[in-house]
């Protein structure tokens, strides 16, 4: 028995092996057998017993090639007789080269929660989202056509479908659906509940659609910018008019190559406009995937609206000192930043003339009397530790409040022992009282 197991994990596969299941271990049976059906039953209400706890189930397809007739029989009838006994979120994923074609799931009702994986199962995630439209909490769907758009949306009728309950909504997204037309529903709104909604791809309607009526709800968002198809969330307008107010956290994700854009001189002003939409509702911004002229990182410089901004992570992007100053002097209220740092020096020692604390003391002191966390993607190692230390001195000389670098347990004892040496060495000796903080 495993009375405290809330999820199983079933892995199938055409040969028929015994299969890890999270919690129990078990044989699914024969799909060769006459009573499949009645075993696949059978073995469902047997993992229930084993872990009565169960709400989830997690079904993996590890077949290389198209899964067979019976064993798509077989998931049917298993998730069916799961979900009765009071599983209510499915998620369903395969294996590279697997190839799982269209399967219903006669009986599922009630569910809360339905995730599509990455591979190459095609069941008809958008029908069945619908069908469990009142009761579903989590969606995560990867639409491939119109026409599954038009079921999510529409289901079998030309009224909109309300998902009432949806609070997480992720869409993993391929094209874009700017052939339907919304229009002729301009007051539908299917998403009122969400407070969490993340697109990978392309944002999917050429209107404001998917924010309508959520506007006070929605805290978490995670969307990307493709100006290459003059498709900004819709356009900067929609998100604009979406009216959306307040968000915990937005991540900002460039999609296409923007450079292609910005060659023909009309991306910048599109980008400073975005970004400053942005700092305008959330205190918290993440970009992704910023072009090699660090665009987005000079829209934030220059953007209007930076005041509140108190958390900002670029990822990939690689700073030096200079960069890591001029984004703290943007923005007045900034708490936190994370980035990558740039190679250029590995200790203390190996400071030029202009890095130097006093140096960068007399030229910038106070840099900001709100910054005071700092956190950085880079590889274990004391060489890192060490440029990261240096780093985190200067900080510490310009900004009073400064006291924290996120990093391992192991990191961080060579990270003390280099401050511990800083405080009594040249160039930091005198500012030995700022770095004690870091300690």
């Known amino acids: 028995m495993f009375p405290t197991a809330t999820s199983l994990m079933v892995f199938l596969s055409e040969d028929d092996d015994s299969r890890p299941i999270r919690g129990a271990r078990g044989k699914c049976p024969s799909v060769n057998s006459a009573s499949r059906d009645q075993a696949a039953a059978n073995f469902a209400r047997s993992l229930l017993k084993l872990a009565p706890k169960v709400t989830g189930v997690s ?24 979900c009765k006994g009071g599983v209510s979120r499915v998620e369903m994923d395969s294996a590279p080269g697997c190839s799982l074609p269209s399967f219903q799931l006669p009986g599922v009702s009630g569910l809360t929660g ?11 995630f958008a029908r069945i989202a619908y069908l469990n439209a009142s009761t579903l909490k989590e969606l995560v769907i990867r639409p491939a056509t119109n026409v599954e758009w038009l079921t999510l949306i529409y289901g079998d009728s030309k009224v909109p479908v309300v998902y009432t309950s949806l609070t997480s909504l992720i869409l993993q997204l391929h094209i874009a659906s700017r052939s339907v037309k919304w229009a002729k529903n301009e007051d539908a709104a299917p998403f009122p509940a969400l407070a969490q909604l993340s697109i990978y791809g392309v944002y999917p309607f050429e209107d404001d659609l998917i924010y309508r009526g959520n506007g006070g709800s929605l805290k978490a968002l995670r969307v990307p910018f493709d100006i290459v198809s003059r498709n900004i969330l819709g356009s900067y307008n929609v998100f604009k008019r979406s009216g959306v107010t307040r968000m915990n956290v937005i991540e900002l994700e460039a999609v296409t190559d923007v450079d292609d854009m910005l060659v023909a001189g009309q991306g910048s002003a599109i980008i400073r406009q975005l970004i400053d939409c942005m700092l305008e509702i959330t205190k918290r911004l993440r970009l992704i995937n910023d072009t090699p002229d660090m665009h987005l990182y000079r829209a934030i410089k220059t953007a209007p609206h930076t005041a509140a901004l108190e958390h900002l992570t670029f990822y990939e992007l690689a700073f030096d000192t200079d960069n890591i100053i001029e984004i703290i002097s943007a923005l007045p209220s900034l708490v936190g930043l994370y980035c990558k740092l740039k190679r250029y020096f590995t200790n203390a020692k190996a400071l030029p003339a202009n890095k130097q604390p006093s140096v960068l003391h007399e030229k910038h002191y106070p840099l900001s009397s709100n910054f005071r966390e700092l956190a950085t993607i880079t590889d274990e190692g004391d060489a890192s530790t060490k440029q990261i230390a240096v780093v985190a001195m200067q900080l510490a000389v310009l900004c009073p409040k400064f006291t924290f670098v996120d990093m391992s347990p192991d990191m961080r004892k060579v990270f003390r022992r280099e401050i511990a040496w800083a405080m009594v060495k040249q160039p930091f000796k005198p500012y030995a009282d700022s770095l004690r903080r870091l300690v």
């Not at 590890?62 to 007789?81: I, M, Y």
Request: glycine share 8%.
């Open 114 to 124: 339905l995730v599509q994986g990455l591979g190459q199962v095609c069941a008809p």
């Open 59 to 82: 079904m993996y397809f590890c077949t290389a090639g198209v899964v067979s007739q019976p064993n798509r029989d077989l998931c049917n009838v298993l998730v069916s007789e799961l």
